[in-house]
């Protein structure tokens, strides 16, 4: 029985990770989840959860030296699997210094606590290991011919704030591993969608302001192409590798799922139009008539895709999730998640908004 310590389990993709560990082990697993509970975390994510006996949560920053040590000298920790970030691209540009602070030094951070705890004097305790949970976005942009991926060996070229700030923490962790020794796997995934996911991020925040009526702002032409992975594709990918990672290696995570923003935004309008019951007044003001397209992401890549050969070849994964299913199924769960939703949205959110959006120009 395995001891995990996640960090950022109250953010989007470390709840369903959470969630699909005690699904997949039930009581065979110690999860402790240590979250600074930023605007990105929400315990209601974790409400079936929170009674286990198997599960603790402590609020702390990845950055608090004091408090991490606590949480290595509390539990026999075995995996972590860091997720805690800033993570919204449109945020580091606008305020770049907390992605660099959260991103980079709590990384440091959480690695001398775990190198601390784990070594031996002569190595490390057998069985430990940190994954740190990247993105595809420290690879730069690439160009729209179809044969070009990302693959392990892509040079790194970030250039946003926060991929710049995810590309810092990974050359971080393999500079401990070549140091020290420290073991360690990354893995680099493309853009993720499902449950729980903040509406900041495309696809939540395309479906509420649909159901709510309100326009849909698609930045520039619409066609930069992200690739969408169904978030518990995701933390199956990151599970096998905590397990069977080679130590010190880095895999690539993604479906080949290729989709420009504009289809995916005609998507949503289509599924949703689909799905809502004939005499749902919210039918009617759901049409393609809301897309709007305003002023472009400052430094906006082009296109991101995957090469998942090696965690297919090495580990046996692939997706499991197909687009049209994985869609369905995230509408589906807002659609019956409105009070997640409104608890979101009804504070703080509000002024996000205004100040994302505000003075965006809406393009011919
Ligand atoms: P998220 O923004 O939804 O959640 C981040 C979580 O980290 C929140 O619970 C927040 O409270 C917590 N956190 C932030 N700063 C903290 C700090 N200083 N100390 C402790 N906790 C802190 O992010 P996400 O989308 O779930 O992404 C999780 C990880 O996966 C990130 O490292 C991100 O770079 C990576 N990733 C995300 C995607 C994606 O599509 N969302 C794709 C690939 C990789
Ligand atoms: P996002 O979900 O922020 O993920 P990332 O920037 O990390 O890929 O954005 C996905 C794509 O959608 C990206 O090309 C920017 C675009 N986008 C919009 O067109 N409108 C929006 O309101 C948002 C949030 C994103």
Redesign the pocket.
Known sequence: MKTYLV????????SNFIHYMFRKYGDDVEIIN?????Y???LENLAEVEGRKNYHFVK????DEEAIRQVFHDYEVDRVI???????VDRSIKEPLVFVR??VL?TANMMNCAKEAWETGDGFKDGKKFCH????EVYGSLPEDPDAYFYETTPYSPHSPYSAS?ASSDLLVKAYHDTYGFPMNITN????YGPY??PE?LIPLMINNALEGRKLPVYGDGRNVRDWLYVED?CRGIDLVSEKGRDGETYNIGGHNEKQNIEIVKTIIEVLREDLPEDDPRRAHISEDLIEHVTDRKGHDRRYAIAPDKIHSELGWQPQTMFREGIRKTIGWYMNHLEWMKHITSGNYQNYYRNMYGDRKVLD
């Not at 960090?7 to 470390?14: D, K, R, Y």
């Not at 860091?82 to 919204?88: D, G, P, V």
């Not at 995934?189 to 993720?192: G, K, L, V």
């Open positions: 960090t950022g389990g109250a953010g989007f993709i470390g240590v979250d600074k509970l930023t990105a975390g929400n702390a920053d990845i950055c860091h997720f805690a970030a800033e993570s919204h959260t991103n709590g949970v990247s993105t595809d995810k995934c493309s853009n993720n996911q903040f991020k995701h």
